[in-house]
Nanobody, 126 residues
Framework: QVQLVESGGGLVQAGGSLRLSCTGS????????MGWFRQAPGKEREFVAT???????????DYADSVKGRFTIFRDIAKNAVYLQMSSLKPEDTAVYYC????????????????WGQGTQVTVSS
């Protein structure tokens, strides 16, 4: 089982940037599929981005259409960490952001992830 801890959330004005961090223990992340999800009040948890090990020793990144071109997911292998760089933030990006590890099936599906962090609040003011 992987233990995950998110950090980096906060209050930012529309158009601003934040970087979320997810550090883990229990096993290394190197080849582990990792994802970021978010949940706004009254809404279901939704897919944001995922990074999976690909051929040629590279990582494949996938993004929700709503964040494509604004968010970037990347890893620091040495720190066993995954990050979500968020730019051009919009009020509709306001949510609790969760890091998750090891999808058993669809990497875009929250129900397929086994391990979750506690979440970090991101609030974007207009």
């Amino acid at each position: 089982q992987v233990q995950l801890v998110e950090s980096g959330g906060g209050l930012v004005q529309a158009g601003g940037s934040l970087r979320l961090s997810c550090t883990g223990s229990g096993r290394t992340f190197t080849s582990l599929p990792m994802g970021w999800f978010r949940q706004a009040p009254g809404k279901e948890r939704e897919f944001v981005a995922t990074t999976t090990w690909s051929t040629g020793n590279t990582y494949y990144a996938d993004y929700a259409d709503s964040v494509k071109g604004r968010f970037t997911i990347f890893r620091d292998i040495a720190k066993n960490a995954v990050y979500l760089q968020m730019s051009s933030l919009k009020p509709e990006d306001t949510a609790v952001y969760y890091c998750a590890a090891s999808p058993s099936g669809n990497a875009r599906s929250a129900k397929d992830y086994a391990s979750w962090g506690q979440g970090t609040q991101v609030t974007v003011s207009s």
